[in-house]
């Protein structure tokens, strides 16, 4: 019985019909049992439509090379043909498109909504509007102000970021604008008064908008400061200048 089943197994594994009849039920079950698990339908699909390589017939080539030759193509064929030996071939440079670049003229950046009154903030984006971007900086560093630290770093990231991605120079960089605006919530809890009553208090939050551009650096500003404070100052000299005197006083002052 032993040697029945084990004759039965492996033949169930290999898929070959068994030779001799057997009659036991229980044995006959377990045999289709074990060729119906050693079956696998996903398996045979995946065999049956896998992709594989196109195998070229040379007998089938040289054929339809003739049949080019002497014109008995298809339509079809004829076209696929033609438009092989008309096409050119692209080159890489030429088939890549040519992106023409241009060079960024400003760098926008703002701060996340945080905790803080719109008129607190605006007296920071005042204190920061107009002066080169490594000036401002200096200013949020050493300022006694809460929010600065978040200013600065705010500056700092829209330095690099102007740098890195839109090629500005840093040396030239200004904060062209600055202005703040409120958040889009205001939190409102209940404040207890005296005599049973209670009142109403806002927690504002609000947010701060900066634009880079590039303009003059803070050592032409400071020559041309200079140079404009020269230019006032009128000297005693003997040679008449035609620049009016300033706080012009009397002759005699005795």
């Not at 290999?14 to 398996?43: D, E, H, K």
């Not at 400003?106 to 509007?129: C, D, E, P, V, W």
């Amino acid at each position: 019985m032993q040697s029945v089943a084990r004759q039965v197994r492996y033949a169930s594994r290999l898929g070959t019909p068994v030779q001799f009849r057997i009659t036991s039920s229980p044995i006959q079950w377990q045999c289709q049992r074990r060729a119906a698990s050693y079956y696998n339908p996903l398996q045979w699909i995946q065999e049956k439509f896998a992709p594989k390589a196109r195998k070229v017939d040379p007998v089938e080539e040289k054929k339809r090379g003739e049949q080019e030759k002497q014109g008995q193509q298809s339509m079809f064929e004829a076209a696929v043909s033609h438009e092989k030996v008309g096409r050119p071939k692209k080159t890489s440079a030429e088939s890549a498109p040519t992106v023409v670049k241009k060079k960024a003229t400003q760098h926008k950046y703002s701060t996340a909504n945080f905790k803080i009154s719109h008129r607190k903030l605006n007296m920071i984006g005042r204190q920061i509007s107009g002066k080169p971007i490594d000036h401002a900086i200096v200013q949020m560093q050493f300022s006694e102000k809460r929010a600065t630290s978040r200013i600065k770093s705010m500056l700092a990231t829209a330095k690099l970021h102007a740098t890195a991605y839109k090629n500005m120079d840093p040396s030239k960089l200004i904060v062209s604008e600055a202005w703040v605006t409120k958040g889009p919530k205001q939190l409102k809890r209940l404040e207890p008064r005296g005599r049973g009553k209670f009142g109403i208090r806002v927690h504002p939050d609000s947010r701060m908008h900066v634009i880079l551009r590039e303009g003059k650096t803070f050592e032409q500003l400071k020559k041309e400061q200079r140079e404009r404070r020269l230019k006032r100052i009128v000297s005693a000299g003997l040679v008449r200048e035609d620049v009016p005197l300033r706080n012009p006083a009397r002759t005699w002052q005795w």
